[in-house]
């Protein structure tokens, strides 16, 4: 789809009182390039303070002048354009921007929903294949390997998905991975023996880990920060609907029919994807100064606090230009800049925080353990559905807060309540033993705050801030990287959890689970930055300030 701002905008009044001027530097662009038609432009620029912009020296031009030719541009798109990309127009707008930018996180949150869908399928698909119909023979050893056949390719899947995202664009990449999910739900659906459905939840599996870092990414580049948070959130309630639909619909249809309907929705996702436009921060970054002000023009509008977000990009990519073309040596040492190294480590922290509180852990258990407080006889289908769609509920209440308060005191809130709940279930195991009581709402009552707790702030919140801290010319790899690190910890905990319950006891497994939410609530007290409402460019160069504060 095209994003030309005249297809959704009437202009009513244009003013350009140096449009003569303009004209004239655009008819030199044909002769030789000087280095003092460079500085004239710069000197009309003024800061909002009054004072000048710093003016390039000679060898700085050089360099710019050196990749504009290297990458085919040249220096009227890059000099003279983009002091005529904000026009000072008042215009009418017939869809407003925050539709717009609704439209571009949903084509990414349909995918997530669809990671979601993958999450909860084995918890349905396992019962029925061990059913004596089953047209694929399934014993224990079986179930497991189909189970973690998913989980196997998602931390590579999010390291692919960095350079997928930073060579092809967000939006491009996204259309990659819906190609690969249509096909492993198809071999899933059209499966009659084991290597079939193997190689489908292969597929699948790999694909919720290359949407690990590019939801974020896209939705964070593609709107505004007043909005962001709550379409950030929108991922983890995506996931948290996607298992509770895919619970529901498996515990009433045949697993095959369930992956049929789960086909439709890459479908959806590549429909929504063809009427939204490229990252237009990616695109600036690639010297497409045009296709990205016209995409962010129709993603954020032409507000005063638009304009002022996207000059300041236009600025950065022309700091980037003035400076020389970096050997691969040199790009290899810039991976250590702080801007990258500091929420790198924020992210790992906060990613092993969530998932050592044993999220994962407590989900694919928390049947036996409510079997261990009130007995047993408990319809496991109906205990399955209760738990998702409290989490589910959360997950919507994390969204709406997380548009009116900030990362920051939500991430304390939720750490301290894990915290508590955990060590609340477990003193009460302790203290009966494995006995029953007339007590049964206590570890009820634990366990459902710590869903609670959990979903609305540790769980959300990573993925959240993963599309936000990174700086764009690294935020595919350090988006990745740190994804990666929640899969990886993801199958840690998942492998340990039964060996600890077995060999330490409950007690000592979700004392640990507990101790390890405040231990890591504590951390990121002195460490998270607060990113609400704050651009993308003020917070990577809060990074780069080492000695400023980024709370």
């Not at 031009?61 to 003279?80: E, R």
């Not at 597929?203 to 590019?214: D, E, I, K, M, S």
């Not at 002022?308 to 700091?319: P, S």
């Not at 634990?446 to 959990?454: E, G, V």
Request: charged residues 20%; hydrophobic residues 45%; glycine residues 8%.
């Amino acid at each position: 789809m095209g994003v030309d701002k005249n297809e959704n905008e009437e202009t009513v009044e244009t003013t350009k009182p140096e449009e003569e001027r303009n004209n004239n530097h655009i008819k030199e662009t044909n002769k030789p390039i000087e280095t003092n038609k460079y500085n004239e432009i710069n000197e009309q620029k003024q800061t909002q303070n009054g004072q000048k912009i710093i003016e390039p020296n000679r060898e700085e031009m050089a360099h710019y002048v050196q990749n504009l030719m290297n990458s085919g541009l040249s220096l009227h798109s890059n000099i003279i354009k983009d002091e005529m990309l904000l026009p000072d127009s008042k215009t009418v707008a017939r869809f407003s921007p925050i539709w717009k930018q609704t439209l571009a996180s949903m084509a990414a949150i349909c995918l997530t929903f669809t990671a979601g869908l993958t999450s909860g399928y084995s918890a349905i698909l396992l019962p029925q294949l061990k059913a004596s119909d089953s047209s694929i023979p399934t014993d224990e050893s079986t179930a497991s390997w189909i189970a973690a056949m998913a989980a196997l390719p998602m931390a590579p899947g999010c390291l692919i998905a960095g350079w997928l995202m930073e060579k092809f664009g967000r939006r491009n990449a996204h259309y990659m991975v819906c190609a690969p999910f249509l096909l492993g739900w198809i071999l899933i659906a059209s499966a009659n023996n084991l290597a079939l459905m193997l190689l489908g939840r292969f597929f699948t599996g790999l694909c919720v880990g290359l949407l690990g870092p590019l939801g974020p990414v896209f939705i964070s580049e593609t709107t505004d920060p007043k909005h962001r948070g709550i379409f950030l959130a929108g991922i983890s309630l995506a996931i948290a609907v996607g298992i509770l639909v895919a619970h529901l619909i498996g515990t009433y249809v045949h697993w095959q029919w369930t992956a049929i309907i789960c086909c439709v929705f890459p479908i959806i996702s590549v429909v929504l994807l063809s009427m939204v436009p490229e990252s237009p921060t990616w695109l600036i970054s690639k010297g497409e100064i045009e296709e990205g002000v016209k995409a962010f023009g129709w993603l954020r509008g032409y507000s005063d606090e638009a304009k002022a977000e996207l000059k300041a990009i236009l600025e950065k990519k022309k700091v980037e230009d003035s400076k020389p073309v970096m050997t691969l040596k040199q790009k290899l040492i810039s991976l250590k800049s702080p801007e990258l190294i500091k929420p790198l480590m924020i992210m790992i922290i906060f990613f092993v925080t969530c998932q050592f509180s044993g999220v994962n852990a407590v989900a694919f258990y928390s049947i036996e353990i409510i079997e261990k407080a009130v007995g047993k006889g408990l319809d496991h289908y109906l205990a399955m559905l209760v738990i998702d769609t409290t989490r589910t509920i959360m997950s919507v209440v994390a969204c709406v807060i997380c548009k009116k308060y900030g990362r920051r005191p939500l991430c304390m809130v939720s750490g301290v309540f894990t915290a508590i709940s955990m060590v609340g279930l477990a003193m009460f195991l302790y203290f009966t033993d494995g006995k029953q009581t007339n007590m049964t709402w206590i570890p009820l009552t634990c366990l459902m705050t710590y869903i609670c707790a959990i979903s609305v702030g540790l769980v959300p919140l990573p993925w959240m801030m993963c599309g936000e801290l990174f700086p764009s010319k690294t935020r595919g790899l350090g988006s990745g990287i740190s994804s990666a690190t929640t899969f990886v910890s993801f199958f840690i905990v998942v492998k340990t959890a039964p060996g600890m319950m077995t060999n330490l006891g409950e007690v000592v497994t979700f004392l640990s689970y507990g101790l390890i939410a405040l231990l890591g609530t504590g951390v990121l007290y002195f460490i998270l930055p607060e990113t609400k409402g704050k651009s993308l460019q003020e917070i990577e160069d809060k990074f780069k300030k080492p000695k400023e504060s980024i709370a």
